[in-house]
């Protein structure tokens, strides 16, 4: 074995890759409880594969998502990633009237781009600083707060609560208590909405009709309180991947610097080398199987999208960073019927701030005098740099 399984799983600081490299190698499917690699006797199992996992996504009616509900259900509410067949479609046709078009490039003039400069504007005379701490921690809660209305000041407060609601398995109480906290701070900016339409996100969410039918009260609030974690937690995190990347591929930051286009491939092949949200969860409704492993109705199924992705067999050299690699779909966003529903404002966020921080801090390079610990993507469900200390020319 050439991974130590506690070291490779730790929540915060893992390095499971080689972990999941090795299980694939024994097969796509692996049954975690027994460890009968592709004996499926009752237990979870981790889906590894590509093609397994893409299956898995789409089939579900086999694959259920409503083990989510039992999980961060509790800290969220009633969850649009925990719902299955009919209601989600209704659920989902409803939020995603708020995600319109219109609104996105609405976002990327009003919040985004100003977002991203004046974070900029405050480090750039200094020529070095810490690009999590200073920037990408900030900047996506930032532009979620911005699309709900919460006032910019407030944003440390919700990036908070965002954390403690997507951690609340490990500490219930604290979950708990950041739960009431943010419905209590947004109950009246969303009473406000009710009486007074403004045409923005929020307002749209409240009034958003199909059939005739509006979003159930508890509905409003599960998909309120999923937005701020999935939308900040997530893409802070994979921003920092793909500065990580860049400082540590010098060749592909010197292109990426003289030719801006290069920016989408940058984007794509960091969400397939290093996403932020490694896996997700489903629960089989009845007996069946998976790339020939039997799978017992009502077991968890986990898919490791993460592992997918770098699944020799869809990805050569799938463990090195590769802008240049042939387009291919990865799973970073999912696939199927819960496919992200903020991929399109993840990745304008991700080609916007990469390119004002990359225009506007010139010659970026990691701080030789930083001291320890070296940067570092880690993590086993959640993977981010948690420093990048750098300088600049000024
Ligand atoms: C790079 C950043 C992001 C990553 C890696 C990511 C990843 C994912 C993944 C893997 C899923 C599928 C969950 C499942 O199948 O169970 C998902 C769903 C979802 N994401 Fe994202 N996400 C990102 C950004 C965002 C943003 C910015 C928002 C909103 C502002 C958002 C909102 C959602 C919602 C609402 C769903 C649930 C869709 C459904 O269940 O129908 N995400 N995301």
Redesign the pocket.
């Given at each position: 074995m050439a991974y130590d399984r506690a070291a490779a799983t730790d929540f915060f600081h893992g390095q499971p890759y080689a972990m999941w490299d090795e299980e694939r190698q024994h097969a796509p499917v692996m049954n975690m409880d027994g460890m009968s690699l592709g004996q499926g006797d009752g237990g979870s199992y981790h889906v590894l594969g590509w093609s397994e996992a893409e299956h898995v996504?789409r089939d579900a009616e086999t694959f259920s998502?409503s083990i989510?509900m039992a999980h961060i259900g509790e800290f969220m509410g009633e969850l649009?990633?925990g719902l299955d067949g009919d209601e989600?479609r209704k659920y989902?046709n409803l939020?995603a009237k708020a995600f319109r078009q219109s609104q996105l490039e609405r976002w990327d003039d009003t919040l985004v781009r100003p977002i991203i400069a004046k974070l900029i504007d405050e480090v750039a005379p200094h020529g070095r600083g810490d690009l999590v701490r200073d920037i990408t921690s900030k900047y996506?809660v930032q532009v979620?707060c911005g699309?709900v209305g919460v006032p910019l000041e407030d944003a440390e407060q919700f990036a908070d609560w965002a954390v403690k609601i997507n951690t609340g398995t490990l500490d219930r109480e604290t979950g708990f208590a950041a739960k009431k906290a943010m419905t209590d701070y947004l109950r009246p900016l969303v009473e406000e909405r009710r009486e007074h339409p403004t045409g923005d996100f929020l307002s749209d969410l409240v009034h958003a009709e199909v059939d005739g039918h509006g979003l159930e009260e508890e509905r409003l609030w599960g998909?309120l309180r999923?937005?701020l974690p999935?939308?900040a937690e997530?893409?802070y995190r994979?921003m920092g991947n793909a500065l990580f990347a860049l400082l540590t591929h010098p060749d592909v930051m010197v292109r990426v610097q003289a030719d801006f286009s290069l920016l989408p491939a940058v984007v794509e092949e960091t969400?397939r080398w290093e996403?932020?949200?490694t896996m997700?969860?489903r629960v089989a409704m009845h007996d069946t199987e998976i790339a020939g492993c039997p799978v017992k109705a009502g077991s968890p199924v986990n898919v490791i999208?993460s592992a997918a992705n770098h699944d020799p067999a869809r990805f050569d050299h799938a463990d090195q960073f590769d802008i240049d690699r042939p387009p291919a779909l990865h799973v970073?966003?999912?696939t199927?019927?819960?496919?992200?529903?903020?991929?399109h404002?993840?990745r304008l966020?991700?080609r916007a701030g990469l390119e004002e921080i990359l225009s506007r801090l010139p010659n970026l390079r990691f701080d030789p005098d930083a001291g320890d610990p070296a940067p570092l993507i880690e993590g086993f469900a959640f993977r981010g740099p948690n420093r990048l200390p750098v300088i600049w020319d000024r």
């Open positions: 996504l998502s989510n649009i990633v989600h989902r939020v996506p979620i699309i998909f999923l937005l999935a939308g997530t893409t994979v969400l996403s932020s949200v997700v969860s999208c970073a966003f999912g199927g019927p819960h496919q992200c529903l903020g991929m404002l993840a966020e991700l």
